[in-house]
Antibody
């Protein structure tokens, strides 16, 4: 069974940092592009970042560019999101999501983790 | 950035009725549009991609159509489990963007 399990969320002060992790299982992790998508409380979905299946290219939403970094460790089948200079508006549930296509990037997300909650507040 | 506008914001219907959800893009996305369903307390689920292709395991009552800037998700006959929020998403241009959602609730 394909599964994604996020961790690392929590309460952090404005300006602080967090690193989110997403442990993947049930599929060949290194063959899929992976993304982070967030959802602020009571709001809609917002794409945050995508890492290509090669690991060689990244994309970011303007709202997080320069502050967040997506990466992965294929030996651990784990995706990461390093979040620095956090702002109150970054408060959200952060979902890890798998691309629908193998060895490419359809940029559609067919498997989602349950999410991890990040709260930025003093 | 491509802005996706979904309408209506809320659709109140009864089980068995047909639901028609709209997604309009601020510029052409060709056919590169998907639809997701999110039930309360659950994660999003991919329903349709590339305008009209149903994802694995999605029932045939869900269908997508459109091209360019105007897209529609149709649920032919609503079942109890279909009452949820629906989002469209485009992959034509980076950044990826989602619409604001349409909530389908029970009338």
């Amino acid at each position: 069974e394909v599964q994604l399990l996020e961790s690392g969320g929590g309460l952090v002060q404005p300006g602080g940092s967090l690193r989110l992790s997403c442990a993947a299982s049930g599929f060949t992790f290194s063959s899929y592009a992976m993304s982070w998508v967030r959802q602020a409380p009571g709001k809609g979905l917002e794409w945050v970042s995508t890492l290509t299946f090669t690991g060689g290219s990244t994309s970011y939403a303007d709202s997080v560019k320069g502050r967040f970094t997506i990466s992965r460790d294929t030996s651990k089948n784990t995706l990461y999101l390093q979040m620095n200079s956090l702002r109150p508006e970054d408060t959200a549930v952060y979902y890890c999501a798998k691309d629908r296509g193998s060895r490419g990037s359809t940029a559609y997300m067919d498997v989602w983790g349950k999410g991890t909650t990040v709260t930025v507040s003093s | 950035e491509i802005v996706l506008t979904q309408s209506p914001a809320t659709l109140s219907l009864s089980p068995g009725e047909r639901a028609t959800l709209s997604c309009r893009a601020s510029q052409s996305v060709s056919i590169y549009l998907a639809w997701y369903q999110q039930k309360p307390g659950q994660v999003p689920r991919l329903l349709v991609y590339d305008t009209s292709n149903r994802a694995t395991g999605i029932p045939a009552r869900f269908s997508g159509s459109g091209s360019g800037t105007d897209f529609t998700l149709t649920i032919s006959s609503l079942e109890a489990e279909d009452f949820a929020v629906y989002y469209c998403q485009q992959r034509s241009n980076w950044p990826l963007t989602f619409g604001g959602g349409t909530k389908v609730d029970i009338k």
